[in-house]
Structures are given as C-alpha cells and as structure tokens.
C-alpha cells in the first residue's frame, strides 16, 4: 500500500462552493476507482472547525502501486493541474488502515508526530497499534489511518469522525488540525486494511 496526500491553499475570499461541486461532480467516479482503498475528499473553510484559511486538501490510500502511477501521469492529475496549478504530492507508507461502514465521516483530525532518531519502528508499530484500538473504541471514529514519512521520519494520523465537534474540543495543538470531509470513496470499505498485500 501507499498512501498521498496534497493541500492546496485558497485564497481567503475563494468561493469554497466550487470545491464542493467539484467534489460531487466526480465523487462516483472515486468510489469505482480501481486500485484505490480509501479517498477523503477534504477542505478547510475560514471559520469552520477552527480553520484560519481555506484550502482544498485530499487524503488517498492505494491498494496498487501501479494504480498512483496512473494517477500521476495520467489524465487525473493533469485535471488536479488544470484547475489549481501544479500540485505537490506527498507520498507516505500506510502502517495502519481501518475503513469502517454506516454513518459516514464529517470531519478528520489530523495529527502529525516528529520522531526521535533513531526511531525503532518495531516499538513505533506495536505503540500505534494500541493507539488504534483507543481510537476505534469511540462510537464517533468512522476510520482511522497512520502513515510514516521515512524521509522526514513523521507519523501522520488521520482520524475520520462522525462527530467532529466534541472530539476535538479543547485542543490548541498547531500539530492537530481538522478539516472537513466533503465525500468519502472506499470501494473496498467496512474492513481493518493494515495487511492488505
């Protein structure tokens, strides 16, 4: 698996209905998308879940290596490069990925951890792996996500929530961020990914 991720800032008075209908215009097509396991189609909104600017930020985990080849040379980012310019794509290695089902997410919590070098990725994993299971035991988690940056030697958690708003409250951490979810694409959906090949 890989995952990837890209933000892409808006100017303060941009109208963030364009990025929704944008969102709904190609949302099936996300949600048929081979090779793909999970797409959180996010933003940020000035005034929304405590956003200070706007931006357009979608989250991606690929079953397929071959299948983020595709999207990057072909006619998938040229559409994400017409629109908005050039778009930086960060790439990561998943280390933990649980879709879950029903109610979809309206928000995720974003944290982002530095590690110490040098970093035992063995005891990294089994302490993620007890993360997880906190996190999933809320009745108001949809799906969680871990990624390592082996270059920058970073964790990023995604946590998908039914309910944003109370979860998150009370945390002035610049490395936890919230961002809505506009529309979520899971064509294989409903299960804990972490071994999928």
Known sequence: MLSAHYSI?????YDMGRIRD???SKASYWDRRDGLLLKAFCMTERGDLGAVSNSYAPFYVWSDPAALHDFLTGAEYAGLAAAFGAVAVHLTTPLHVTVGDGEPP????????HLAMPADLAALQRAEEARVQVALGSRGVHSHVVTLDSASWTIARYTLLREPLPLAEGSDDPRVGMMRVIHLSTPRSGKDLRDTP
Do not use: N, T
Request: negative net charge; contains cysteine; proline residues 12%.
């Open 9 to 13: 800032p808006l100017p303060g008075d």
């Open 22 to 24: 944008r969102v709904a």
């Open 106 to 113: 309206c928000a995720v919590r974003m944290e982002v951890e």
